[in-house]
């Protein structure tokens, strides 16, 4: 069984954990860290959430620990 990180609205897998995991990883090795690498998915998850919603909307993004 393929494990995946599938979109919320049931079209196609996105990503497999593992390929997830290994774009994580290259990323760091370019000399991002877990912070800022999680700081800019949740800065392009509110924009993308803005273009899509309504600019006038107020938009929190609220953010734990692991998964």
Same mark, same amino acid.
């Given at each position: 069984? #393929? *494990? ?7 079209? *196609?897998p996105?990503?497999?954990?593992? *390929? ?15 912070? +800022?690498?999680?700081?800019?998915? +949740?800065?392009?998850? &509110?924009? #993308?959430? *803005?273009?899509?919603?309504? +600019?006038? &909307?107020?938009?929190?993004? &609220? ?5």
């Amino acid at each position: 069984m #393929r *494990e995946t990180i599938n979109s919320k609205n049931g079209s *196609e897998p996105l990503l497999t954990y593992q *390929e997830a995991r290994d774009l994580d990883d290259r990323t760091m090795a370019w000399g991002w860290n877990s912070t +800022a690498l999680m700081g800019q998915a +949740a800065l392009t998850s &509110f924009y #993308r959430l *803005e273009q899509r919603i309504c +600019a006038s &909307f107020h938009i929190a993004i &609220f953010c734990g620990p692991g998964n």
